[in-house]
């Protein structure tokens, strides 16, 4: 069954292409927009004011679909820490240990969650003497030169009308992939995720750890959509960024409510310990980009504060987009009439007949009827070309969300036809074809060599096995080593001082 189909997914011009894509950066979320409170999720890169001060506890992206490979399963991936510059040392990105990280399942559409997986991490080093990540190349993640390690247990909490039934404890001290540094500190980085990937006894599977952000979008639409003049779009703006992963594959049979009521409902939310001690709900995410460009800001706080359960507060900021007017005042392209209760329809309650649970309650939620099977050669659009395997059932990391949500933002499914798009149509990686799906993070060391270097530095050799993991044992020639190491570099730097002080000074003179 199609619930809405449209042949073929070309763009009719390059203007109108630009134009979708002025909007598709903010309309996507728009689109996904219907909020409902609780604790559930629905914030993105930086949407909220408080949270883009705090990122690793900041949800980016949430992502839910059947897994290619194994059919009878489902794998739900959620992001945090957004825009992760992969050469950011010497502290690179950890969980934070005083947070908890969940995801929620919502199997029979009432708007609260009846599972819970909880992460919960920890960090763990093992020099306090070095100010280095890593002390030497790493080829294992117990390798002793890997200085800064964490680890995360999971708890399944059941729970009924928001009270807890039963808490299990189904993963312990599970070791998470660390960042990727770069090729001299993780050569064979594809062998430190496969060492992250671990089976639980139900039959799922889980990994934590730095992955390649998988959302493809423009977000300069934030530049007054683009420019005001539609010359900036068409770039990924978060091609080169990583993010922290956490995914999780878990049998259908777990998460639905039956056979016959496949339907599930999935967000994540972060909760970190406030000054008196007890868990605040600071993040929440379920479709792309809604608190983002949806929410206003006297609602953004609130939103990531609140839970599904009572969504209906946030109701107006869907039905009553700011983003379709904002287009039609710059770009003359007309809002579709109020109240867009089409908006409503599909992204709070779920597309009739395809991931709409019976007796839905519209909260904000990333639906996913868990009998959809993959296909073997899924459409970017999703379900607006025809492949009901794809956004807005569920998100897959291919699925185009932006330009989904913009076309339907724009009346796509109210009469006014568009094929509106940021120009932007897939991720810089290509994904994997197996759990966790998702693609290796950028190297610390990507981008071309200094003049006059070669690929086949090794700086072990170069520093002589200098650097040693605590517990290890040294030789007076390694002392020297880094004695007459570090002198040199004080001595180079007062060097290059004193030169900068001396033609400061005669800069200074010359203007006055």
């Not at 990924?236 to 409902?265: C, F, H, W």
């Not at 517990?471 to 004080?490: C, F, Q, W, Y």
């Amino acid at each position: 069954m199609t619930p809405f189909f449209r042949s073929g997914a070309g763009r009719r011009s390059l203007a109108t292409l630009v134009c979708g894509a002025l909007a598709a950066g903010g309309l996507a979320a728009a689109g996904v927009t219907a909020l409902e409170p609780g604790v559930a999720s629905a914030s993105s890169h930086r949407e909220a004011p408080l949270i883009s001060g705090t990122p690793q506890y900041d949800n980016t992206d949430v992502y839910a679909f059947v897994s290619p490979d194994k059919p009878d399963t489902t794998t739900i991936v959620a992001n945090w820490i957004p825009f992760e510059e992969p050469a950011g040392g010497p502290n690179f990105y950890t969980f934070a240990d005083d947070a908890q990280y969940d995801i929620h399942i919502d199997n029979n559409g009432d708007a609260q969650g009846e599972l819970v997986y909880r992460y919960t991490f920890k960090t763990h080093r093992k020099n306090g003497d070095t100010f280095l990540y890593n002390t030497g190349p790493v080829t294992s993640l117990a390798d002793p030169d890997l200085n800064i390690t964490q680890t995360y247990d999971i708890d399944l909490l059941r729970l009924h009308n928001q009270k807890l039934v039963s808490r299990t404890k189904v993963a312990d001290d599970v070791p998470v992939a660390p960042s990727n540094v770069g090729k001299a500190s993780m050569p064979d980085y594809g062998k430190l995720r496969d060492q992250a990937v671990y089976k639980l006894a139900s039959g799922s599977t889980t990994f934590a750890g730095q992955a390649d952000d998988p959302f493809f979008l423009d977000l300069r639409v934030f530049d007054l959509l683009y420019g005001g003049n539609l010359t900036e779009v068409g770039r990924d703006t978060l091609k080169g960024y990583n993010v922290n992963s956490i995914a999780l594959q878990v049998p259908n049979d777990m998460i639905r409510e039956s056979a016959g009521q496949p339907i599930v409902g999935i967000w994540s939310t972060t909760q970190r310990k406030d000054a008196h001690g007890d868990w605040t709900q600071v993040s929440r995410l379920g479709n792309p980009l809604v608190n983002e460009v949806v929410n206003p800001q006297k609602d953004k706080d609130k939103f990531n504060a609140s839970a599904p359960w009572n969504d209906a507060q946030f109701l107006k900021n869907v039905t009553n987009p700011e983003l379709p007017k904002l287009i039609e005042a710059i770009y003359k392209i007309k809002a579709p009439a109020e109240p867009r209760n089409d908006l409503v329809d599909v992204f709070l309650k779920g597309v009739k007949g395809l991931n709409q649970p019976p007796h839905v309650r519209p909260a904000e939620e990333l639906r996913l009827n868990t009998s959809i099977k993959p296909t073997k050669y899924p459409k970017r659009l999703g379900v607006l070309d025809g492949d009901n395997a794809g956004f807005p059932n569920g998100r897959r990391l291919t699925d185009d969300v932006i330009d989904e949500a913009l076309q339907v933002v724009e009346g796509e499914l109210v009469g006014s036809k568009n094929d509106l798009g940021d120009a932007v149509d897939k991720n810089d990686k290509k994904f994997e074809n197996y759990f966790p799906y998702v693609a290796e993070p950028t190297s610390g060391s990507r981008g071309a060599l200094a003049k006059g270097t070669t690929s086949g530095t090794d700086v072990r050799n170069q520093l002589g096995d200098a650097l040693k993991p605590a517990g290890s044992s040294g030789n007076g020639t390694d002392t020297v080593l880094i004695a007459g190491s570090a002198a040199a570099g004080a001595a180079g730097f007062l060097l290059i001082a004193t030169g900068l002080m001396w033609w400061r000074r005669r800069m200074h003179n010359r203007a006055y």
